[in-house]
T-cell receptor, first 113, second 114 residues
Framework: KNQVEQSPQSLIILEGKNCTLQ??????????LRWYKQDTGRGPVSLTI?????NTKSNGRYTATLDADTKQSSLHITASQLSDSASYIC????????????FGKGTSLLVTP | DGGITQSPKYLFRKEGQNVTLSCEQN?????MYWYRQDPGQGLRLIYY???????QKGDIAEGYSVSREKKESFPLTVTSAQKNPTAFYLC?????????????FGAGTRLSVL
């Protein structure tokens, strides 16, 4: 069964600090992995998308890594800001699956002053 | 201003009533999707459509219906058969090209039962 597990479930950090969110998946055959940011009460917004051949991708202060061999991804946030407080969702798609995306439950991040 | 527009933002349903959630996109995307999000849960696919006048059931289609009469529009009806409709509903759209099919989401509709 295709699964996406994210950790930690929630995280609180001080403004200006760095943090790393984890995503482990069992989706096969792997096509691509996406990270989304979802503000409370809003729709998710795409941060990065990585295919099998990519092992790192950055979007401003967000850097995603992918290890397709161990089926793990991480999202690193540098110099956190209060506006980074949100839920971060890892999404993995399988090759030839068309519509089917496998969503993690998300990591809820709170950045405090 | 391009994007996906969902309406209403909040919706209340009485027992036995059908309600329809609107989703419109002006991104010229072929594919559109409806998801349900419950607290502490990942998004679950209700229905999706890759072309006008055609749509497919997702993982939790029971109690829901959709139509795709226009490329831009993909309304979702929550029928009285859906016994637990309280949730946050998200509409998304994407191109069909593999690897470029990032889904763009609307702002969501929060449905509650009176």
């Amino acid at each position: 069964k295709n699964q996406v597990e994210q950790s930690p479930q929630s995280l609180i950090i001080l403004e200006g600090k760095n943090c790393t969110l984890q995503c482990n998946y069992t989706v096969s055959p792997f096509s691509n992995l996406r990270w989304y940011k979802q503000d409370t009460g809003r729709g998710p917004v795409s941060l990065t998308i990585m295919t099998f051949s990519e092992n790192t991708k950055s979007n401003g202060r967000y850097t995603a890594t992918l290890d397709a061999d161990t089926k793990q991804s991480s999202l690193h946030i540098t110099a956190s800001q209060l506006s980074d407080s949100a839920s971060y969702i890892c999404v993995v798609s399988a090759r030839d699956s068309g519509y089917a995306l496998n969503f993690g439950k998300g990591t809820s991040l709170l950045v405090t002053p | 201003d391009g994007g996906i527009t969902q309406s209403p933002k909040y919706l209340f349903r009485k027992e036995g009533q059908n309600v329809t959630l609107s989703c419109e996109q002006n991104l010229n995307h072929d594919a559109m999707y409806w998801y349900r999000q419950d607290p502490g849960q990942g998004l679950r696919l209700i229905y999706y459509s890759q072309i006008v006048n055609d749509f497919q059931k997702g993982d939790i289609a029971e109690g829901y219906s959709v139509s795709r009469e226009k490329k831009e529009s993909f309304p979702l009806t929550v029928t009285s058969a859906q016994k637990n409709p309280t949730a946050f509903y998200l509409c998304a759209s994407s191109v069909l090209t593999p690897g470029l099919d990032i889904q763009y989401f609307g702002a969501g509709t929060r449905l509650s039962v009176l």
